[in-house]
C-alpha cells in the first residue's frame, strides 16, 4: 500500500508532523483533563452542598395552623414539599454531572497516554506506538457522528451543531492522514531495510563468504 503523503502541510516531514501532532495532542488533554479534575471537584461541592441542604430541610417542621406551639418562621407544608422536590432534583443532575465527568476524565487519560506513546513512537520510529493514537481517534470520530445523528433524530440538530461536527471530524481526519503516512512509512522501511538484509545473506551465500564457526570449545577454534 503506498504513502497517502509524502509531507506535512508542504512544510514538514512525516516524522516531524507526527512529534508537533503528538506535541499539540498532549497539551491540549493535559489541560483538558485539569479542568475536569477541576469541574470534578466542583461539582462535589454543590453535592455536598445540596446534601446538607436536604439534611436540613427535612429538620424544619412544617406549619400547622392548631399547633399550640406554631411559630411565625415556620413554613407552610406545599413549601416544605415544593422545597425537598427541589433539593432532589438537583442533587439527581449533580449526580448525574459527576458521573458524566468521571466518564469523560477516563477517555481524556486513555487519550493522553495515546499522545505519549505518539511522541515515544514519532521520536524514537516504532511504529506500533503510533497505533493507540489512532484507534482512539477514530473513536472519537465514531462517537462524535453517532451523537449528531442522534440529535438529528430527536430533532435538535441545529446549523452549529452540524458546523462543529464538521470541523471537528474534517481536523481529526487530517491529523489521522498525516500519522498514518508516517506509519505506513516506517512500515515501508522495515520492509525494506529486511529485504536488503534477506539479499544480502543470499548473495554472501552464493559468493561463500557466509561461514559458519566450527562447533567445539573456544580453545579448539
Known sequence: ???????????????QGTILVAVIELLVSAIGLFLLLLGSAHAQEIAAMLEADIAENRGVRPYHPHSEDASVDALPPFYYSNNEIRLHKGQYLALVMIMA??????????????????LYGSIMHVRQCLMPWMSVVVLKVVVVLSSFFFF??????????LLVTVLFVLLRLCLLLVVFSYYRQLFG??????SSLVQQDANSIKAGYLQFPPTGKPSDV
Request: with cysteine; glycine share 4%.
Open 152 to 161: 438529528v433524530l430527536l430533532g435538535r440538530g441545529t446549523a452549529a451543531i
Open 101 to 118: 465527568l468521571y466518564i469523560a476524565i477516563a477517555i481524556v487519560t486513555v487519550h493522553l497516554i495515546s499522545c505519549m506513546l505518539l
Open 1 to 15: 500500500m503506498p504513502i497517502l503523503l509524502q509531507t506535512c502541510c508542504y512544510a514538514f516531514t512525516l516524522r
Open 189 to 194: 522501511d522495515q520492509v525494506s531495510s529486511c
